[in-house]
């Protein structure tokens, strides 16, 4: 080995002994998912993160099912250790605003300031920033379309709802998530409501053994290519 490699294996070698520990720990590395090959489902909770989300958490965990948080920024601020923990145990965080407004009622520098407030607010929390947009109630129009694609985020709306804050109830919330449950589907839910998170366990149990892999929504929107401003899935009477 001549001599200039030696010494640049050398220089290397320092340079990883040197390496700062990360600020946030990392997600465990796994074999990502492929949903091409595999049935995938997203399950995503908003506005929070809600106060049972540690639970919810726990229930993730415990079933190794990623799951997808479309924060508002405001709880970010107030509940920081569950945004950090969210991001460690690889889930995906999302932007939903600040104090959930209608951005089809906003104007501009309002919107971008939701979003703004909410991308710092998750980033002080958990050291990453969302990808992702859910205009609060999925309300969006051309101007949040423009807006969206400035910060570089397509937006996310469901393809079901679990009704989970009209049922308030345990077994209504099961019932309707299985029966709106499909392949690659992204489903609504709220980490607020305490009746969700309770029937999480059974609920996240009978969809692993209908096959479904529980991952987060940029698994499942992968093959759709989305760009900045870009809204999906495409609601009735949308236009651009
Ligand atoms: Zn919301």
Not at 96 to 104: N, R, W
Not at 109 to 115: A, D
Not at 184 to 206: E, R, S, Y
Request: with cysteine.
């Amino acid at each position: 080995m001549s001599r200039q490699i030696t010494s640049l294996l050398a220089i290397a070698a320092v340079c990883v002994t040197l390496a700062p520990a990360p600020a946030f720990a990392q997600a465990p590395k796994k074999e990502p998912v492929d949903c091409e090959q595999v049935k995938c489902i997203a399950l995503t909770f908003d506005d929070g993160p809600g106060q049972y989300a540690g639970t919810l958490l726990d229930t993730l965990k415990k079933y190794d099912a990623k799951a997808t948080f479309f924060l508002e920024g405001q709880y970010v601020k107030s509940r920081p250790a569950y945004v950090k923990r969210m991001a460690a145990e690889g889930h995906e965080l999302g932007n939903h605003s600040y104090s959930h407004p209608d951005f089809t009622k906003s104007e501009a520098g309002t919107i971008k300031s939701e979003i703004q407030k909410t991308q710092d607010a998750v980033k002080k929390a958990a050291g990453v920033e969302p990808k992702l947009l859910r205009p609060p109630y999925g309300l969006a129009d051309l101007q949040v379309s423009d807006i969206a694609a400035e910060y570089g985020m397509p937006m996310i709306l469901w393809t079901a709802g679990s009704q989970d804050w009209s049922s308030k109830n345990v077994e209504a919330i099961k019932k309707k998530t299985l029966e709106v449950a499909q392949r690659d589907g992204i489903i609504l839910m709220h980490d607020w409501v305490k009746q969700t998170v309770d029937a999480m366990p059974a609920l996240i149990k009978t969809l692993q053994n209908k096959g479904y892999h529980l991952v987060t929504v940029s698994d499942v929107v992968k093959r759709q290519n989305l760009e900045p401003g870009d809204i999906f899935p495409v609601p009735e009477g949308w236009e651009k």
